[in-house]
C-alpha cells in the first residue's frame, strides 16, 4: 500500500522548476460581462448558503443540503448523477459537451458539535451540528460559477465540458479519494477548488496526508465491585493504547500529527466496561511516513489488548493525500483574484467585525477584506483535505477568500458563526468570480492546461502510481453515528 517511496514524494514537493507564466486570454469588457453573470446570480448563492448553513447536516447525512444544490442546478440545465461511488448524497453534474473537461468541487457537511448562531458572541442554536469550516458557501460558491461557465459556454458557442463534483463528508469521511479511486476524474483537464478562509489567497500549498480510523476493543463486563477480577475492561485497553501512542510521540519524524478521542468509554463506573473505542488521526506531508506510523498505532493496539485481554478490532475510516500544488494553475488563479478584487464592510459588518475580532487570541481589530495577500507556491499548511488526493491525479488548484474575519481558524465557533452572515455571502461571492474567470480562461487557453498537466507529471515523479489511502474498502456512511 505504498504510494511511492519517500524521496519520491518529498523531492516532487520541492520540485524547484519555474512554471510557464501565461497572459490573460480574457478581454477587460470579457472578465466584466463574467463578473456581472456571477452578480446576477448571487441572490441565489445567498439563499442556497443561508439555507445549508440552516440544514447543518453531518457527513453522509446531508440530504436536504445535496437536494437543494442539486435543484439548483437542474434548474440551470444540468445533468445531475446522483449517488456516485456508492455515496447516497454525493452526486455528479454536467453541462456543455466535448473537452476541455474543467471541474468544480463543492461540500456541504456540518461539523457535530458546533451549534452556533450568526451573532459575534459564542451561542448555540441547538443544533447537533454547524458549519464551522463554511461548506455551506463552499458548495454555493462552487454552483454559482459552474453556472456562470454553462451560461458563458453557451453564450459564445465554446466547445468544453463544466462539472461540479458533489462531495459529501469532507470532514473525515473522504468523498473525493472514493472519487478517485473509481476513476471518476479520467477524463478532466483541470480542477478548480476553494475554501473558506480569513484572507483573500491563491497561494499553491501543500497540505497533510492523513489515515483515521476506530479502535474498538471489546471486554468481558462484570460487577466492578463484586467480582472485578471476572471483568477484562476495554476502557482499559482504549488507555492503554492511547498511553503507548503518546509515548510513540517523541519517536516520530517531527511534522506527524496524531490526535484522538474516545469515543465510546463504557456505560457506567459500576460495570467493568466490555465495550470501548477510539478515533485516531494520523497526518504527515508524507504518506510514506503516515503509513509507517500508522502501522506502529496499530501494533499498539495489539498490544494493550494483550496486555488486558481483550480483543481489538480497526476499521479504516477514510485517508487522503496531501495537497500537490500547481504553479501553472496557481498563477491563474492569482491573477484572476487580483482582477476581481476583495470587498468592503459596511457599518454593520464592520460593528460585527469588530466584535469577533475581541474573541480572538492577539487580534484587536479585524483586517481590511479588500486585501489580496502575496502569492507563495508550496508553503506546507497542517491541515488535510480530500482534494488531496484529486490533485495527484489532475492538475488542481487552490483559492482562499475573506469569507471570515481575520484571525479566525477553522473548527471555531467565529468561523461557524460568521458563515452564516452577510460577510461569509461576500467572500463566497469574491471566490465564485474567481473561479468563473479561471475556468473561462482555461476554456480559452488550452496551452496552460498542457503546462499544468506536465508539471503535475513532474511532480508526481516517474515512477509514482496512485494508490489510495483508503485501500478498498466502501465508504464509511456510519462514520458519524454514535456507537
Not at 265 to 287: C, K, L, M, T, W
Not at 416 to 440: M, N
Given at each position: ?234 476502557l482499559d485497553a482504549v488507555e492503554i493504547h492511547d498511553v503507548a501512542v503518546n509515548f510513540m510521540r517523541e519517536h516520530v519524524p517531527q511534522d506527524t500529527r496524531i490526535h484522538y478521542t474516545i469515543t465510546d468509554g463504557g456505560d457506567q463506573p459500576n460495570i467493568v466496561p466490555a465495550h470501548a473505542e477510539s478515533f485516531y488521526y494520523i497526518r504527515h506531508y508524507d504518506p510514506a511516513v503516515v503509513l509507517d506510523v500508522w502501522d506502529r498505532v496499530q501494533k499498539a493496539a495489539q498490544g494493550a489488548a494483550l496486555a488486558t ?175
Amino acid at each position: 500500500m505504498r504510494p511511492a517511496s519517500r524521496h519520491l514524494l518529498l523531492s516532487a514537493i520541492v520540485l524547484a522548476t519555474v512554471s510557464p507564466v501565461h497572459a490573460t486570454s480574457l478581454s477587460d469588457p470579457e472578465a466584466k460581462a463574467l463578473e456581472a453573470s456571477v452578480d446576477a446570480l448571487s441572490p441565489k448563492l445567498a439563499t442556497v448558503a443561508h439555507d445549508v448553513w440552516n440544514y447543518a447536516e453531518v457527513g453522509f447525512k446531508e440530504t436536504r443540503s445535496t437536494a437543494e444544490l442539486q435543484k439548483t442546478l437542474r434548474d440551470a440545465g444540468f445533468h445531475v448523477e446522483t449517488g456516485i461511488s456508492g455515496i447516497p448524497t454525493a452526486f455528479l453534474a454536467t453541462a456543455g459537451s466535448g473537452g476541455p473537461v474543467i471541474a468544480l468541487l463543492a461540500e456541504y457537511d456540518a461539523l457535530p458539535g458546533l451549534s452556533q448562531d450568526a451573532g459575534p458572541e459564542q451561542k448555540s442554536l441547538g443544533g447537533i451540528a454547524g458549519h464551522a469550516c463554511g461548506h455551506n458557501l463552499l458548495g454555493a460558491a462552487s454552483v454559482t460559477a459552474a453556472i456562470a461557465l454553462k451560461q458563458w459556454l453557451t453564450q459564445n458557442g465554446i466547445k468544453g465540458t463544466i462539472r461540479l463534483y458533489g462531495s459529501p463528508a469532507e470532514e473525515g469521511g473522504f468523498s473525493k479519494a472514493y472519487f478517485v479511486r473509481d476513476g471518476l476524474f479520467k477524463d478532466v483537464d483541470a480542477v478548480l477548488s476553494w475554501h473558506p478562509g480569513d484572507a483573500n489567497n491563491a497561494s499553491q500549498g501543500q497540505l497533510l496526508s492523513v489515515i483515521s480510523a476506530k479502535f474498538r476493543f471489546t471486554g468481558v463486563a462484570s460487577h466492578a465491585a463484586v467480582a472485578p477480577e471476572r471483568g477484562r475492561s476495554a476502557l482499559d485497553a482504549v488507555e492503554i493504547h492511547d498511553v503507548a501512542v503518546n509515548f510513540m510521540r517523541e519517536h516520530v519524524p517531527q511534522d506527524t500529527r496524531i490526535h484522538y478521542t474516545i469515543t465510546d468509554g463504557g456505560d457506567q463506573p459500576n460495570i467493568v466496561p466490555a465495550h470501548a473505542e477510539s478515533f485516531y488521526y494520523i497526518r504527515h506531508y508524507d504518506p510514506a511516513v503516515v503509513l509507517d506510523v500508522w502501522d506502529r498505532v496499530q501494533k499498539a493496539a495489539q498490544g494493550a489488548a494483550l496486555a488486558t485481554g481483550t480483543k481489538v478490532a480497526v476499521e479504516v475510516i477514510g485517508g487522503s493525500y496531501g495537497d500537490l500544488p500547481n504553479d501553472v494553475l496557481g498563477r491563474i488563479v492569482d491573477a484572476n483574484l487580483r482582477r476581481v478584487g476583495g470587498y468592503s464592510y459596511s457599518a454593520q459588518e464592520t460593528a460585527y467585525a469588530k466584535a469577533i475580532a475581541t474573541t480572538l487570541p492577539g487580534q484587536s481589530a479585524p483586517s481590511d477584506p479588500n486585501v489580496i495577500a502575496p502569492y507563495e507556491q508550496g508553503r506546507q499548511i497542517p491541515a488535510s483535505s480530500d482534494v488531496g488526493d484529486i490533485s495527484w491525479a489532475v492538475p488542481t488548484s487552490a483559492l482562499g477568500t475573506a469569507t471570515w474575519v481575520s484571525g479566525t481558524r477553522p473548527h471555531s465557533w467565529q468561523a461557524a458563526s460568521t458563515s452564516g452572515t452577510s460577510i461569509g455571502i461576500k467572500g463566497a461571492i469574491i471566490a465564485a468570480k474567481t473561479l468563473t474567470l479561471t475556468g473561462a480562461e482555461l476554456f480559452r487557453n488550452p496551452a496552460v492546461l498542457k503546462d499544468a498537466k506536465a508539471e503535475l507529471a513532474r511532480r508526481q515523479g516517474a515512477n509514482f502510481v496512485y494508490r489510495p489511502l483508503i485501500g478498498d474498502r466502501k465508504p464509511p456512511l456510519d462514520y458519524t453515528d454514535k456507537k
